[in-house]
Nanobody
Framework: QVQLVESGGGLVQAGGSLRVSCTAS????????MGWFRQAPGKEREFVAA???????YYIDSVKGRFTISRDNAKNTVYLQMNSLRPEDTAVYYC??????????????????WGQGTRVTVSS
């Protein structure tokens, strides 16, 4: 069993930066692919970025060049550094974990574990 706890959300002005973190319980964190998703008000949850256990990384086009996902296996933590934030980035950000990279990379609604989410609000 893995528990995921996000932190670091908040309010930031457009153009600003924020880093959200997700810390996992358990001793098998390094085996999991990790991902970040977001859900804006009235919209479906969408994939944002993912990193495999070996360091393969994938982003959606709208965040490429602005967001950076990374992981620290010694700290059981995955990060999402968000720069040049835009009002349309406003959402609840969730981290997720899955043993299968493909399940994150080609997200279809089912993953092994989810965090509770952290809210990011970008003001214009």
């Amino acid at each position: 069993q893995v528990q995921l706890v996000e932190s670091g959300g908040g309010l930031v002005q457009a153009g600003g930066s924020l880093r959200v973190s997700c810390t996992a319980s358990g001793r098998t964190f390094s085996r999991y692919a990790m991902g970040w998703f977001r859900q804006a008000p009235g919209k479906e949850r969408e994939f944002v970025a993912a990193i495999s256990w070996s360091g393969i990384i994938y982003y959606i086009d709208s965040v490429k060049g602005r967001f950076t996902i990374s992981r620290d296996n010694a700290k059981n933590t995955v990060y999402l550094q968000m720069n040049s934030l835009r009002p349309e980035d406003t959402a609840v950000y969730y981290c997720a974990a899955d043993l299968e990279w493909g399940a994150l990379r080609y997200y279809s609604g089912s993953l092994d574990y989810w965090g509770q989410g952290t809210r990011v609000t970008v003001s214009s």
